[in-house]
């Protein structure tokens, strides 16, 4: 729990007149905000303060009375700056951030077996795509070829008229 006071002050006379004091329970505050973003992922958070000390860890069930060697599996990564993690034969790309104010660390763990999900997801979809596109082109290239070959074989029946003689053809 922290608190955060701002003074009031009045602008015409530049006296303070009073205080706002806001006081936020951070730790709630931070379940609250990595608990609706667990509910649309499968991506772990751990959050270390700036002695290294676990503040928060995403409770798994497969990590179940684990999340203080967990979270040193994660501090270590971090040191070594691998950006990986193999922690019980699950592969986690590892990001993290470290706020300048408070010296707190948030690191973000996201299975390999769901990000190659989510790219082979964008790559088949960015193929799709790429198909749809050449048929597109490939269709509008045949259609102005046709329409410039029609018009072409206009201009020559047109000439044949000319050449039997026929000099009103239009």
Not at 130 to 139: D, H, K, N
């Amino acid at each position: 729990v922290f608190s955060v006071v701002q003074a009031i002050v009045n602008i015409q006379t530049f006296q303070t007149v009073g205080a706002i004091v806001i006081t936020i329970d951070t730790q709630n505050a931070i379940e609250q905000t990595i608990t609706d973003t667990e509910n649309q992922s499968d991506t772990s958070f751990v959050i270390s303060g700036a002695n290294r000390q676990t503040i928060y860890v995403t409770p798994l069930q497969e990590r179940a009375g684990s999340e203080r060697a967990f979270s040193q599996a994660v501090q270590r990564a971090l040191r070594q700056q691998s950006g990986q993690l193999t922690w019980q034969n699950t592969d986690y790309f590892l990001s993290s951030n470290t706020s300048p104010l408070s010296g707190w660390t948030v690191a973000a763990l996201v299975p390999s077996s769901s990000l190659m999900q989510d790219i082979e997801a964008i790559k088949q979809t960015t193929l799709v795509m790429i198909c749809l596109t050449m048929l597109l082109v490939f269709g509008a290239t045949l259609l102005a070829i046709t329409h410039v070959s029609q018009q072409i074989t206009r201009l020559r029946v047109l000439m044949r008229e000319v050449e039997r003689g026929n000099l009103d053809v239009r």
